[in-house]
């Protein structure tokens, strides 16, 4: 159930006290609720100890998608990061009905990423850093893609692997080798920075009918080609989704060779969380491009 302390804290953001609480899936980090205060239903997430600014990098992302209006996102209610007193961090946001997808759902869903994905700036990153899962993930502004992949994308996950034991010498001979080959590979992207969600796997999105909602982002501007490669690992999108993306927004040629590459970040990410095999497909992808 919910600590009676949040109880306490959502006093100041909602307009009448909690009556309902119903807890629901919130993933593998936070603990979530369907809540209701007067005839309002909302979605509680809250962590005990989050990392620092975990919830307003949320928050923030989910904004930055609102703004861009291309597919539907949650609309963020309130937040709070974790204080001393024992008052864990959390984030309120409007609570979606979903409903079973639709025979245009896929579509849509295709349509409205590429719609998101138009909206571009001049530098790949963002104005703050944010999170992907539980991990950093790092958005200094950066002119070139591949520097940016490189460095904030690559280099940062090989960091926190050292940290937490994940690289022995001959996977980080085989990413040193596969960083120093980065220029040959991907040096010539041309497409502006495009706005991705960031973490786009099938468990980050719901569908009302017809209408795709994405949740859960970690939100940055980088080349639209690692969203698409995201997309295809774990289990994929239905192919009516990467129909309609190639129909509203064409991808280069060559996306097939270049896919497994831009999987590696988020193969990464997932051996940092999670060790097991998600270490031996990141020493493939290595060999696959050395």
């Known amino acids: 159930m919910i600590p009676e302390i949040l109880i306490e804290a959502l006093g100041s953001a909602l307009p009448t006290r909690v009556t309902v609480a119903q807890p629901v899936g919130g993933g593998d980090i936070n603990h979530a609720a369907r809540i209701e205060a007067g005839e309002t239903r909302y979605l509680l997430k809250w962590h005990a100890s989050p990392p620092p600014g975990f919830f307003a990098a949320e928050a923030h992302g989910l904004s930055v998608l609102r703004v861009a209006n291309a597919i539907r996102v949650p609309a963020v209610v309130a937040y709070a990061e974790a204080v001393s007193d024992g ?14 997808a639709g025979a245009k759902f896929a579509e ?77 590979l991907i040096g010539g992207v041309a497409e502006s920075p495009a706005l991705l969600h960031g973490d786009l796997w099938s468990g980050n999105y719901l569908s009302v009918g017809d209408q795709p909602v994405i949740i859960d982002p970690a939100v940055y501007f980088g080349h639209r080609e690692v969203e698409i490669a995201f997309t295809e690992l774990f289990g994929g999108f239905p192919s009516r989704f990467y129909a309609a993306y190639r129909e509203a927004y064409p991808l280069d040629p060559g996306y097939e060779w270049r896919r497994a590459l831009y999987q590696l970040y988020p193969l990464m990410v997932h051996m940092n969380l999670f060790g097991g095999g998600y270490a031996l497909h990141v020493d493939e992808i290595c060999r696959q491009y050395l």
Not at 91 to 99: C, K, N, S
Not at 128 to 155: C, H, K
């Open 108 to 184: 849509n869903l295709g349509h409205g990423l590429a719609a998101l994905h138009r909206h571009t700036q001049t530098a790949y990153g963002l104005d703050r850093d944010n999170f992907i899962g539980s991990l950093p993930q790092p958005n200094r502004s950066t002119a070139r893609w591949v520097d940016f992949y490189r460095d904030q994308r690559i280099g940062a996950q090989m960091a926190i692997a050292r940290e937490c034991g994940m690289m022995p010498p001959k996977r980080q001979a085989l990413l040193e080798a596969l960083m120093s080959r980065l220029d040959s």
């Open 87 to 100: 008052s864990p961090g959390w984030l309120l946001m409007e609570w979606i009905d979903t409903a079973p």
